[in-house]
């Protein structure tokens, strides 16, 4: 199972079902997305020069800027 992540003001939470959460941070947590990514994610998110890199059953996201 996946840990949360902090990063910019926000927590990061994937899930078996394939989907990340996206919370922000603060005294009560307001649900700012979902981002589904089409398969279960069980690893936790790593972020590294500017993006996020999010391991799937099948594949390996890179999220962010080039």
């Known amino acids: ?5 902090a990063v910019a003001g926000h927590l990061l939470l994937p899930s078996m079902d394939g989907d990340t ?3 922000k941070q603060g005294p009560t947590h307001e649900v700012v997305r979902s981002n589904p990514l089409g398969e279960p994610i069980a690893a936790s998110i790593a972020v590294a020069a500017g993006r996020m890199y999010i391991r799937g059953e099948h594949h390996l996201f890179a ?3 080039p």
Do not use: E, F, K
């Not at 199972?1 to 992540?5: D, E, K």
């Open 63 to 65: 999220i962010g800027m």
């Open 1 to 5: 199972m996946a840990s949360p992540v």
């Open 21 to 23: 959460v996206v919370l």
